[in-house]
């Protein structure tokens, strides 16, 4: 199992690099869909990122139907405040043959409504109280991420640390 993050035309810079960043200590390729609503280059991605954008394994599209083109044996999640099942109770073991993807959309929209009706058994949301706006994108995408390596016992990933 390889898990990757999708972003479809994430809009602020520093959500982007914060979640490169994160891509970067777990080992997920990230996905970006333009239009962007930045420059990739931009100041704030890049302090976001940190030192963090040389270990990144960064991929970009035109759009989403290139991303699903390149990964046509991919297990694809869609991550929405509208989807019907929660995150964490999904059994992503189940692909542990395949790379797993997590899609999330830009941050004042989230994914087009077409594209989760389309995929409604793979649409994932975090809990949260009703009536109110969504997590931010960056907390969201760890929030996903960590449950998908928590249920393959953080493979690959280092555990432990050592104090001095």
Request: charged share 25%; glycine share 4%; with cysteine.
């Amino acid at each position: 199992m390889k898990l990757h993050i999708v972003l479809v035309e994430p809009e602020i810079p520093a959500n982007t690099g914060n979640i490169s960043r994160t891509c970067s200590v777990i080992d997920a390729p990230l996905h970006l869909v333009h239009p962007l609503g930045f420059d990739i280059s931009e100041k704030q991605v890049r302090r976001a990122g940190l030192d963090y954008w040389d270990e990144l394994e960064l991929h970009e599209y035109d759009c989403f139907g290139q991303v699903r083109a390149a990964y046509p044996q991919g297990a694809f999640y869609y991550c929405s405040t509208k989807a019907p099942h929660v995150y964490s109770q999904v059994d992503f073991t189940a692909h542990a043959q395949e790379d797993i993807f997590l899609v999330f959309g830009k941050e004042t929209k989230g994914l087009p409504e077409d594209l989760l009706k389309a995929n409604l058994d793979h649409c994932i949301r975090i809990p949260m109280k009703a009536n109110k706006r969504s997590l931010n994108l960056s907390n969201s995408v760890a929030v996903a991420a960590y449950e998908v390596l928590r249920q393959f016992d953080f493979a690959n990933l280092k555990k432990e640390g050592v104090l001095p």
